[in-house]
T-cell receptor, first 115, second 110 residues
Framework: EAQVTQNPRYLITVTGKKLTVTCSQN?????MSWYRQDPGLGLRQIYY???????DKGDVPEGYKVSRKEKRNFPLILESPSPNQTSLYFC??????????????FGPGTRLLVL | TQLLEQSPQFLSIQEGENLTVYCNSS?????LQWYRQEPGEGPVLLVT?????EVKKLKRLTFQFGDARKDSSLHITAAQTGDTGLYLC??????????FGQGTTLQVKP
């Protein structure tokens, strides 16, 4: 089944404890992206990647890192999480570069609580 | 920071009524997408428009991209309870960057 998977789905952590949220897609998509969703703010793009070893900042990259060492995986790293990073996180992928509005397929989301 | 203003943020209507949701920006987009999101799930793409003035229809949903590619609207005719959900617009740039509106929570009452 074609899908985007994220792990973990739920995570409670404490301030400063490094964490990684994994994202994997099995559709051989070039484009992958991370978003956070907060009430009243919609989805905000954190980072995106148009190909292996190519990553770019979205609107809210501060406090986050990503890597794209292989096409299928795009992990999101929080080196020192803070309470303001408590949010619902979505990973997404699309076939091409994402530049012309290709269909993005979203993962199921990761709900993160930073105490 | 580029902004995509979506309105209204909340809409509660009776079944059978019509409604329109708007997305406006000062930026020119290469594409504009509309998504629907159910609670506990990721957004699902409804439509993509790429040409200024383009109109697309999906059953009772009509999507329009502004002539200048800065704004878009979603019109639902004769809303049904199954239309209840969160609707999101998203503007795309040639760089691959994507900007989402704040979302419109639609409640259709029987």
């Amino acid at each position: 089944e074609a899908q985007v998977t994220q792990n973990p789905r739920y995570l409670i952590t404490v301030t400063g404890k490094k964490l990684t949220v994994t994202c994997s897609q099995n559709m051989n998509h070039e484009y992958m992206s991370w978003y956070r969703q907060d009430p009243g703010l919609g989805l905000r793009q954190i980072y995106y990647s148009m190909n292996v070893e190519v990553t770019d900042k979205g609107d809210v990259p501060e406090g986050y890192k990503v890597s794209r060492k292989e096409k299928r995986n795009f992990p999101l790293i929080l080196e020192s999480p803070s309470p303001n990073q408590t949010s619902l996180y979505f990973c997404a992928s699309s076939l091409g570069t994402g530049a012309v509005g290709e269909t993005q397929y979203f993962g199921p989301g990761t709900r993160l609580l930073v105490l | 920071t580029q902004l995509l203003e979506q309105s209204p943020q909340f809409l509660s209507i009776q079944e059978g009524e019509n409604l329109t949701v708007y997305c406006n920006s000062s930026s020119v987009f290469s594409s504009l997408q509309w998504y629907r999101q159910e609670p506990g799930e990721g957004p699902v793409l409804l439509v993509t428009v790429v040409t200024g003035g383009e109109v697309k229809k999906l059953k009772r949903l009509t999507f329009q991209f502004g002539d200048a590619r800065k704004d878009s609207s979603l019109h639902i005719t004769a809303a049904q309870t199954g239309d209840t959900g969160l609707y999101l617009c998203a503007g795309g740039y040639n760089t691959g960057k994507l900007i989402f509106g704040q979302g419109t929570t639609l409640q259709v009452k029987p």
